[in-house]
Nanobody, 128 residues
Framework: QVHLAESGGGSVQSGGSLRLSCRLR???????LGWFRQPPGQEREGVAA???????SYADSVKGRFAISQDNAEDMLYLQMDNLKPEDTAMYYC???????????????????????WGQGTQVTVSS
């Protein structure tokens, strides 16, 4: 059973930064990890993903502002968020998907329905 646990959310002003962390347990084989967010009253959307070879994917709305990374030795996933905007306000989730294309040229997916295991979420609030 894969288990994920996020931390690092909080409240910041527009232009500020936050770093989200996600601890991963129980994963094996080929997989990718992703960050997703769900604003109030809206659908969950993909933010960033990374495969076992550190190939990333980013949503257009966060390119140049967010950076996904992982520490395989510590089983940690991170999302560095800079130049935050009020529209980034959401509950943020990390998630795990089986992914056998690590090391190739296929970027990891950003569709929530590709992912099977989810953390409990951490709230990010950006005020103007």
């Amino acid at each position: 059973q894969v288990h994920l646990a996020e931390s690092g959310g909080g409240s910041v002003q527009s232009g500020g930064s936050l770093r989200l962390s996600c601890r991963l347990r129980g994963a094996y084989g080929g997989y990718c990890l992703g960050w997703f967010r769900q604003p109030p009253g809206q659908e969950r959307e993909g933010v960033a993903a990374i495969d076992s070879d550190n190939l990333p994917s980013y949503a257009d709305s966060v390119k140049g502002r967010f950076a996904i990374s992982q520490d395989n030795a510590e089983d940690m996933l991170y999302l560095q968020m800079d130049n935050l905007k009020p529209e980034d306000t959401a509950m943020y989730y990390c998630a795990h998907a089986v992914w056998e294309y690590g090391g190739g040229n296929i970027p990891p997916p950003l569709r929530p329905d590709e992912y099977n295991y989810w953390g409990q979420g951490t709230q990010v609030t950006v005020s103007s």
